[in-house]
């Protein structure tokens, strides 16, 4: 599923995670004309979840960003979509059912269930962790299969999912999750410039593995900032 958005100009935000602060700060930079991709996982983690999903779906209702289903977003819609007994048993340890409790999770099953999965630009594509290569369907957990097999044929591909210290390049992959909620920053690409803005996440945390890049692929270059 693809919005209908299009602009000259836009900017992919990686994995926003309850950081409503961050993201409000960063939306700031961003010329108001310019449309906005939040590439999913905008759930879960950090402590203004229900902040964060407002004000990502006022911008979803007002034509100015399309926000794409990240697996944590499919797996509480999943979860929610069972009897409330078992909902709760599988959402004990999510970040967003204890923060806003069973009901209001409920009122945003069918707005969660319902974001698209890819949006598509020219000679671009963002989704959220990337496709699987036996059928190219996007895949919102996939990691290395992807990175390994990837054979150009949406064009560039940006993606979050896999937090790193940098917005990093893998030949046509870009990877925009710098592990906002971790202490790293919440970065915006642009796909038609190649420009990068940023602001800090939470602060005084330590970095995950991931974040520290353990899990990235290799070699990875680091995508030089650039000014709007």
């Known amino acids: 599923m693809t919005s209908p958005l299009r602009s000259r100009r836009h900017w992919v935000i990686g994995d926003v995670h309850g950081c409503a602060d961050a993201l409000r700060e960063l939306i700031r930079l961003i010329p108001q004309g310019d449309p906005l991709v939040l590439c999913g996982d905008v759930i879960n983690r950090g402590p203004q979840i229900l902040e964060t999903m407002e004000l990502a779906w006022s911008l979803v209702e007002s034509g100015r960003a399309a926000w794409l289903q990240g697996n ?20 004990a340890g999510c970040t967003t059912f204890r923060q806003l409790g069973e009901r ?9 269930a319902n974001l698209p999965t890819t949006y598509t630009g020219d000679g671009w594509v963002a989704t959220h962790a990337g496709f699987d290569p036996q059928t190219w369907q996007p895949d919102l957990n996939i990691r290395m299969a992807f990175w390994q097999a990837y054979d150009g044929r949406f064009g560039e591909v940006i993606i979050g999912h896999t937090p790193g210290p940098h917005v990093r390049r893998l030949n046509q992959i870009v990877m925009v999750d710098t592990g906002a909620c971790y202490g790293g920053e919440l970065s915006a690409y642009c796909p038609e410039t190649g420009a990068i803005l940023q602001v800090p996440g939470l602060r005084n945390l330590a970095p995950t593995p991931a974040l520290a890049g353990s899990t990235s692929p290799a070699p990875l270059s680091e995508i030089g900032r650039a000014h709007v």
């Open 104 to 112: 209001t999770c409920r009122q945003w099953l069918g707005r969660l």
């Open 72 to 91: 944590h977003e499919a797996d509480l819609a999943k979860a929610l979509a069972k009897g409330s007994q078992q909902a709760q048993r599988v959402l």
